[in-house]
């Protein structure tokens, strides 16, 4: 594959004590070797690391002190010739290697072009290239660890073992019809395609459960702030914006890196209604009445509906319960430093279980208990990304979920007991599903797949 070679700094900008700038194609060594001071790196060994200075080749002025790292394809992340240089005195130093690497004609690499080339190369399948580029748009600490699971190749694994599972079914079939003759191996029965499929069919399920949970770190709780004019809205969203440093993520091997700002209540991603937003939801039962003002309610995660704690309950606090009825809400009652007016009992009677939390955001009172009862609510207590394989990828559920069609049509062959060849194709249906998540062309004959991976004995 014809590549040119590209360069980036990747590492977080601002924050860190050392910035690494990384090239990576045909050329990074030797034009690397241009501006370094140290070592001949052109002879140097794969993965050694040299001590040096870069200098700029114009002037021959040093531009930086820095330790390199020479790794030679393939055994890299792009499977390209890579280097990286590890510089120390911060942003201006670092932008300034990457000047100088610039002007020798390197090419600054894309967001994410690092991976591609890593992908196109056969380093990482499908799966892998894409959550790294959920890493890039990852906006947590949690979210960024999903997407470094998957990119581990965890999703690939498990879609692998039940794609070699259903191909073994496949091909057991295809093995009575095509070699009745051939008395060892067993005849497949109705029962055991029951048994393999409903296997495949519930870790499909499971993988779309989590799918829910790897949007919303990714994406963000979609979180209303409700209640009369008045109560503290707007209060309560700036403080949770203030107490809640918003979590900047970069991305890896770029410069141009994608800065989002979040607010990230205890690892769980919130994602705040803008100020119109409120605005609109303030008189929202008024405005639109019940029914509409349901359905914008609806399209949240999470409620959070202020009260006035110096306030009687009011006809409008009634209808904005009304309103929330079955949906995921806290109520927060808010100014407790003024004067108890609000029917406590009342309140937590028309709550119905829901957590009730006490503040008072002008004393900033109370927003611990807030952010504890936000993170439980969503996830009952803190979320553990450790054991799940989650899959936050819209292309991917959309496949899992064509996968689980297919595979349900299958199922439903065979319980009306339709011959096994028939029921197959629904069954190689689903292994094409899958395998088109990890990128694993349909293209290749199945039939060749098959007898590669079935052994006929002789
Ligand atoms: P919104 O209309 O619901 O967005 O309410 P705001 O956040 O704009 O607050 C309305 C008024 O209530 C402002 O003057 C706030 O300073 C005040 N306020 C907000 N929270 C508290 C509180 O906990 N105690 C008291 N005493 N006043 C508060
Ligand atoms: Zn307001």
Same mark, same amino acid.
């Given at each position: 594959m014809e590549t040119d070679t590209i360069t980036a700094i990747s590492t977080p900008i601002g924050e860190g004590a050392i910035a690494i700038v990384r090239l990576s194609g045909p050329e990074a060594i030797s034009i690397t070797t241009e501006l370094f001071r140290g070592k001949n790196l052109n002879e140097a060994d794969s993965h050694t690391i040299h001590y040096g200075k870069i200098i700029d080749p114009q002037t021959e002025e040093v531009a930086e002190e820095v330790m390199v790292s020479v790794m030679r394809a393939p055994k890299t992340f792009t499977r390209e010739d890579v280097v990286e240089i590890n510089c120390h005195g911060g942003m201006v130093a670092v932008n300034r290697v990457l000047e100088i690497i610039l002007s020798r004609g390197v090419r600054l690499a894309e967001p994410g072009e690092f991976t591609k080339r890593a992908f196109l190369h056969g380093r990482i399948d499908l799966s892998q290239a894409e959550a790294v580029m959920d890493l890039i748009r990852a906006k947590t600490d949690k979210a960024m660890s999903v997407a470094l699971k998957q990119m581990d190749g965890r999703l690939s694994g498990l879609i692998q073992k039940l794609r070699q599972d259903l191909l073994e079914t496949v091909a057991h079939v295809e093995v009575n019809i095509? $070699?009745?003759? $051939?008395d060892d191996v067993e005849e497949m029965s109705h029962e055991m395609m029951q048994r393999k499929t409903k296997e495949v069919h519930k870790e499909i399920l499971d993988l779309l459960n989590v %799918?829910?949970?790897?949007?919303?770190?990714? @994406?963000?709780? %979609?979180?209303?702030?409700i209640g009369r004019p008045n109560v503290g809205?707007?209060?309560?969203?700036?403080?949770?914006?203030? =107490?809640?440093?918003?979590?900047?993520? @970069? &991305?890896?091997?770029?410069?141009?890196?994608?800065?989002?700002e979040y607010v990230n209540v205890r690892g769980v991603p919130l994602r705040l209604v803008d100020t %119109?937003?409120?605005?609109?939801?303030?008189?929202?039962? =008024?405005?639109? /009445?019940?029914?509409?003002?349901r359905q914008v309610l609806k399209e949240s995660d999470l409620i959070l509906f202020v009260l006035n704690y110096n306030d009687e309950l009011t006809e409008e606090d009634v209808k904005l319960f009304e309103a929330i009825q079955g949906l995921e809400y +806290?109520?927060?009652?808010?100014?407790?430093?003024?004067?108890?007016?609000?029917?406590?009992?009342?309140?937590?009677?028309? #709550? !119905?279980?829901?957590?009730?939390?006490?503040?008072?955001?002008?004393?900033?009172?109370?927003?611990?208990?807030?952010?504890?009862? +936000?993170?439980k609510t969503f996830f009952a207590g803190d979320i553990d990304t450790g054991d799940l394989t989650y899959v936050s990828n819209v292309r991917h559920i959309q496949l899992l979920k064509q996968s689980q069609? #297919?595979?349900?049509?299958?199922? !439903?062959?065979? !319980?009306? /007991?339709?011959?096994?060849? &028939?029921?197959?194709?629904?069954?190689?249906?689903?292994?094409?599903?899958?395998? =088109?998540?990890?990128?694993?062309?349909?293209?290749?004959s199945l039939i060749d797949q098959l007898f590669s991976q079935f052994c006929l004995g002789k």
């Open positions: 095509d $070699y009745p003759e $051939y %799918a829910k949970q790897g949007k919303i770190l990714r @994406e963000g709780l %979609a979180t209303a702030i809205k707007s209060s309560l969203m700036n403080t949770l914006v203030q =107490e809640n440093k918003a979590i900047v993520t @970069e &991305i890896p091997g770029t410069t141009r890196d994608i800065i989002e %119109a937003g409120i605005r609109e939801t303030e008189d929202i039962v =008024e405005k639109i /009445g019940v029914e509409r003002s +806290i109520v927060i009652i808010n100014k407790t430093d003024l004067e108890q007016k609000l029917d406590m009992e009342k309140v937590l009677e028309m #709550a !119905e279980g829901n957590p009730v939390v006490t503040t008072s955001l002008i004393e900033e009172e109370g927003v611990d208990e807030l952010e504890s009862a +936000i993170a069609k #297919a595979l349900e049509d299958a199922m !439903e062959g065979i !319980e009306l /007991g339709m011959p096994l060849d &028939i029921v197959q194709i629904d069954v190689t249906r689903t292994w094409e599903f899958l395998g =088109e998540i990890i990128g694993d062309t349909a293209s290749d």
